[in-house]
């Protein structure tokens, strides 16, 4: 999957402008938030705006172009429901390798070796234990869980 389909798929759950007081993030729109990003004018931020964020800082930053398609989809989306550097910690995790941020050529190794539906199995079910764990699960953990199933369901009918 290229970055054009993940965000569009990204940009349907983050629809718009919120701000939600019991939300750590705070203010934010289109899944941008102001506590990640202070100076920018977060009620006025574009969809073409915040593109641009999710490929750089995400997309990019996160090497998210490396992994393969369904998987892709799946970091994708946790770095922005979960945070960049969580994305990639929960993947080391899962495919037992050293805690970090970084995805390095051993890490892709590892996922064709597990296969990439077990590892996308495996992603999954360790987003929702870290959404169990959330001192908000009570007021946002149906929505992420809803949110979880449908992009996995899209992940595994892009994966190969």
Sequence with gaps: M???????????????????KRDMGGETNWGICKKSYPN?????????????????????????????????LLVFDCAVNQG?????IILKAVLGRPRGTKL????????????VKAVMGKYIDARKERYRISKTVKIHGFGWLCRLIEVSIIAFMETK
């Design 2 to 20: 290229d970055f054009d389909r993940a965000v569009e798929i990204i940009l349907d759950k983050e629809k718009g402008y919120i701000f939600d």
């Design 40 to 72: 920018l004018d977060i009620k006025n931020l574009t969809q073409a705006d915040a593109k641009k964020i999710y490929h750089d800082d995400f997309w990019d930053k996160c090497d998210i172009h490396l992994l393969p398609p369904g998987l892709n």
């Design 84 to 88: 960049q550097p969580t994305s990639i």
């Design 104 to 115: 390095d050529i051993a890490d892709l190794e590892e996922i064709e070796e597990m296969g």
